[in-house]
């Protein structure tokens, strides 16, 4: 593919490539084929970026705000002007289509702008102390990141964590994911060309579990934010245990979202089956378990699989694909399991439910009815388009339901109820509630999920002062 860049790691300044080293096969999800190879970095690679990243924080951090949001907000513009070709790069090597791509690039310009803004507003406090003596509690920077982000978003897991970072004074080294690096890289090149020092920032990429052994083992790094698996992000907090390094944990979810019999159903459906179908399914925060009222049961579910079946499922590349290939291989077999096991535990499909030819990652968006609790996808996150809808008497069994598993990351609901709306947003056990909406995530808002789902928000002045710690200082 002539337009697909060729890859390397940025570490200190330079553009390290392939050499001697290990590679990885960069693939496109809609055609299986090969886009180019990827250098994994080595242990020496490991060292320069740890050298830079400590070097980096020491100026960095002392770089007056001002500049910072000179940098964050240049690098936002050359987001938005490059977007056709950023989102271009993102969908050839994660599938999504190109729509939802540029809106990624949107919500990462968007993102860097706000936290432009916010590192302006870092503001400390003096206490109130007898005359001749001050106190006072000062924000600083907590030391270099470590940042490790996921495939589904590939412009935007890496730019929340960039802009964090570098909002905050810290110097920062990303291992976004080896299976859509160019995008990551674009992103760090902006910033370089609005200025960014290069050692302040670096890209690299690796044997996952060797980056963050290496990484989190060295004392140069006092920070780690992880998107990703709960099973991944447990054991990496183990792994910064024992560093005490401090983390920032965005996991899984299992998005329940609760239909009532009041509720404006016909919206419910059509917000719903967007959100279900948006990047195919692979979102931490997608709707996942439909808990609706038995009144609007079959009315809810004939509508989802009505939505769903009739999605095109295309090539990102055509602008009439509404939802993309999953990104990779990994994923259309995991939900072919998830959906037989459902199956034969008594699950009906009510649409979907195969894989699509033979050629790239595709899978049909799916409904699923009457899901047993005993199969697997009640319990596990599915991370794919499987909608599980099921019926349910009443509030108090809804609400039970909803909160029954450990995740708890974005729940959602539908009533026209106001007292129940109330009552549901102090109910629900997440990080984040939509009511009558799905839309839960902006330059502002913070993102951050419950138990299984995570610790630390990111996003908004919280995700700024994530990467912040307090000091006060005492003058007698
Ligand atoms: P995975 O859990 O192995 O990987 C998830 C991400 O973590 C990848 O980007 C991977 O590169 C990274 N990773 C894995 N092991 C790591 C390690 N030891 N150190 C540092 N990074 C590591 O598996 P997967 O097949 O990519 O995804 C499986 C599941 O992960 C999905 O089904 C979904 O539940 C979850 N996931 C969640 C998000 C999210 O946004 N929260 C994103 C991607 C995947």
């Given at each position: 593919m002539t337009d697909y860049p060729s890859l390397y790691l940025a570490i200190d300044g330079e553009q390290v490539a392939v050499g001697d080293r290990r590679t990885f096969a960069v693939v496109n999800p809609a055609s299986g084929d090969t886009l180019a190879e990827l250098p994994l970095a080595d242990a020496a690679d490991l060292d320069r970026a740890l050298d830079a990243a400590g070097r980096g924080f020491r100026t960095w951090r002392y770089t007056p705000a001002a500049e910072r949001a000179r940098v964050l907000h240049g690098a936002a513009a050359l987001i938005r002007e490059r977007a056709d070709s950023l989102a271009r790069i993102a969908t050839m090597e994660?599938?999504?289509?190109?729509?939802?791509?540029?809106?990624?690039?949107?919500?990462?310009?968007?993102?860097?702008?706000?936290?432009?803004?916010?590192?302006?507003?870092?503001y400390g406090r003096e206490l109130v102390r007898p005359v001749g003596q001050r106190s006072v509690v000062r924000w600083e920077p907590v030391g270099p990141v470590a940042a490790f982000a996921p495939w589904n978003f590939p412009l935007a897991n890496p730019g929340r964590k960039l802009g964090a970072a570098v909002a905050a004074g810290c110097s920062i080294i990303l291992k976004s994911a080896e299976e859509t690096p160019a995008s990551a890289l674009a992103i760090v090149q902006?910033?370089?060309?609005?200025?960014?020092?290069?050692?302040?920032?670096?890209?690299?990429?690796?044997?996952?579990?060797?980056?963050?052994?290496?990484?989190?083992?060295?004392?140069?790094?006092?920070?780690?934010?992880?998107?990703?698996?709960?099973?991944?992000?447990?054991?990496?907090?183990?792994?910064?245990?024992?560093?005490?390094?401090?983390?920032?944990?965005?996991?899984?979810?299992?998005?329940?979202?609760?239909?009532?019999?009041?509720?404006?159903?016909?919206?419910a459906v059509a917000t719903a089956a967007a959100g279900k179908t948006r990047n195919a399914g692979q979102v931490c925060v997608s709707p996942t378990r439909f808990i609706v009222e038995e009144s609007v049961f079959e009315r809810f579910r004939d509508g989802m699989a009505e939505r769903l079946g009739a999605t095109r499922v295309g090539d990102g590349l055509d602008k009439d694909t509404q939802m993309g290939p999953m990104a990779n291989a990994r994923r259309p077999d995991a939900i072919g399991k998830f959906v037989a096991d459902a199956k034969d535990k008594g699950a009906r499909v009510e649409t979907g439910g195969e894989r699509i030819g033979n050629q790239g990652f595709f899978f049909q968006p799916t409904v699923l009815s009457e899901v047993p609790l005993d199969a697997e996808v009640m319990h596990e996150e599915p991370f794919g388009p499987l909608a599980l809808v099921n019926p349910y008497a009443g509030e108090d069994a809804m609400i039970a339901e909803a909160n029954r598993l450990n995740y708890g990351l974005?729940?959602?609901?539908?009533?026209?109820?106001?007292?129940?709306?109330?009552?549901?947003?102090?109910?629900l056990e997440a990080g984040m509630v939509g009511i009558n909406t799905h839309m839960i995530a902006g330059p502002d808002a913070p993102f951050q999920g419950v138990q299984w789902s995570g610790h630390g928000s990111e996003d908004g002045p919280e995700g700024v002062k994530a990467c912040m710690v307090v000091k006060a200082v005492h003058e007698g």
């Open positions: 994660q599938g999504k289509p190109l729509a939802e791509a540029r809106m990624e690039c949107m919500a990462v310009a968007g993102w860097f702008d706000f936290a432009a803004g916010e590192c302006q507003r870092l902006a910033l370089y060309d609005a200025g960014l020092p290069t050692d302040v920032a670096q890209a690299v990429f690796g044997v996952p579990d060797e980056v963050s052994r290496h990484l989190l083992a060295s004392p140069v790094i006092r920070k780690l934010s992880f998107t990703g698996s709960t099973v991944v992000g447990k054991h990496l907090a183990k792994l910064a245990a024992d560093n005490m390094i401090r983390t920032t944990m965005e996991l899984g979810g299992h998005g329940p979202v609760l239909v009532f019999g009041d509720a404006d159903v016909d919206k974005a729940a959602y609901a539908w009533t026209s109820d106001a007292p129940r709306q109330r009552r549901l947003a102090d109910a």
